[in-house]
């Protein structure tokens, strides 16, 4: 028998991948597995997915499978559909999917309050990256948690209320109108804004 | 700084956000481990489940130092090991099912010719099935050295045991193994000319 062989035969019986569902039964067993459930918002039904880490996701799907499928692929784990959100849904979010710079933008963006804009620009400025404006763009859309994280009140600072991850500019404005804010008063915040320190940026009130 | 170093240090401060990560990083050599140790893919995966499940409960009493300053990779095969020796411990032994499949085709390379991989992958059988005839004692420490690729270290970590009997232990599984692959591979021979 070749020395060499017998030795490479031995490590390559190590060359195997463990199932699928191990990472799924294991983190479900801690508790640390994720749960789903529907949510009716501004937007229609969404569903909210969560573990014991946080929110993990908001997604609009047209079924429940849709959003097993699209949750699984960006996450690599498997939720469960369960009835019924937790009471304290969303204080708390699992964002270890995102950078260090994402995350940082989306807690940055999670301040603005209801019934208020705040430019691009000011997040990236907030966040100590004035020059980061397209960056935090890209941050906002690949928010994990649109809606509990209110990147929709984040808008371009010529006015236009630019992209949003939950459905285009359309789905953005009608979250924001149910917030409060018509087209026309959000490019007006905006054009405000220019002139007063960002803190004062905010609607009426 | 290896990704395992570091994993224990970010658990330290996060066990639930970092626990993923450790899953991920380990699922494979410890089902790997298991399936050497067991022959049975369902034993293996209820056993990694089982080791990762126990190893979480372990490691949320830890206080974050001792987490800190764990080494992790040793740490979880002697779960793995004691999870598999509770299982079978009273139990007969059971027939012998192995899968070659998923590793032959995990190792083949695209380059090697269908009549190559498939005489390694012969021979890749009879060496794993030779693996569950030895004393648990020696199997375990060729698979831990040999299939894992764990130190000697680390061999006698897992085990328990002084490095000087982990090396002991090896060799001496090496030579039951090659004995235990004699015949086949005289047989073998006799075919093939």
């Not at chain 1, 940082?104 to 404006?133: C, D, F, M, N, S």
């Not at chain 2, 698979?143 to 690729?149: D, E, F, K, N």
Request: one cysteine or more; charged letters at 25%.
């Amino acid at each position: 028998m070749q020395g060499r062989e017998f030795f490479d035969d031995l490590r390559a019986l190590g060359a195997v991948r463990a199932p699928r569902n191990v990472l799924e039964e294991v983190l479900d067993q801690v508790g640390l597995g994720d749960h789903f459930a529907a949510l009716d918002t501004a937007l229609g039904p969404v569903f909210v997915a969560w573990n014991r880490v946080g929110v993990s996701a908001v997604m609009k799907t047209g079924t429940a499978a849709e959003f097993g499928a699209r949750f699984r692929a960006r996450f690599g784990r498997e939720p469960r559909l369960v009835a019924d959100l937790p009471a304290e849904i969303g204080t708390r979010f699992d964002l270890r999917s995102v950078t260090e710079f994402e995350r940082a933008v989306l807690l940055k963006a999670r301040e603005i309050p209801r019934g208020e804009v705040r430019t691009y620009g000011w997040i990236a400025a907030q966040i100590g990256h004035p020059a980061a404006v397209r960056a935090v763009g890209t941050a906002l859309r690949k928010n994990p948690v649109p809606v509990l994280i209110p990147c929709h009140r984040v808008v371009r600072s010529d006015g236009h209320i630019g992209d949003y991850a939950l459905g285009g500019s359309e789905a953005k404005l009608m979250i924001l109108q149910s917030e409060g804010l018509g087209r026309g008063q959000i490019a007006q915040l905006v054009r405000a804004g220019r002139s007063a320190p960002p803190s004062q940026l905010a609607a009426n009130g | 700084m290896t990704d395992e170093e570091s994993l224990s240090i970010r658990l330290a401060d996060d066990l639930d956000g970092q626990f993923e990560p450790l899953v991920r990083l380990f699922q494979d050599r410890l089902y790997g481990f298991t399936l050497r140790l067991t022959g049975s893919p369902q034993d293996a995966e209820e056993s990694t489940q089982d080791t990762f499940v126990r190893a979480y409960r372990a490691l949320e009493r830890y206080p974050a130092e001792r987490r800190r300053e764990l080494r992790l990779r040793p740490w979880l095969y002697q779960i793995a090991l004691n999870v598999v020796r509770n299982r079978v411990r009273g139990r007969m032994p059971t027939t012998v099912s192995i899968d070659g499949t998923v590793a032959d085709v995990l190792t083949a390379r695209a380059d090697e010719r269908p009549e190559v991989v498939a005489l390694a992958a012969e021979r890749r059988r009879q060496v794993a099935s030779a693996l569950l005839t030895l004393p648990e004692r020696y199997g375990t420490a060729v698979v831990l050295r040999h299939v894992q690729g764990l130190s000697y270290a680390e061999v006698a970590e897992v085990l328990d045991q002084p490095v000087g009997t982990a090396k002991s232990d090896v060799h001496r599984g090496l030579r039951l193994l090659r004995g235990a692959l004699e015949p086949e591979l005289l047989l073998e021979a006799a075919g093939s000319y």
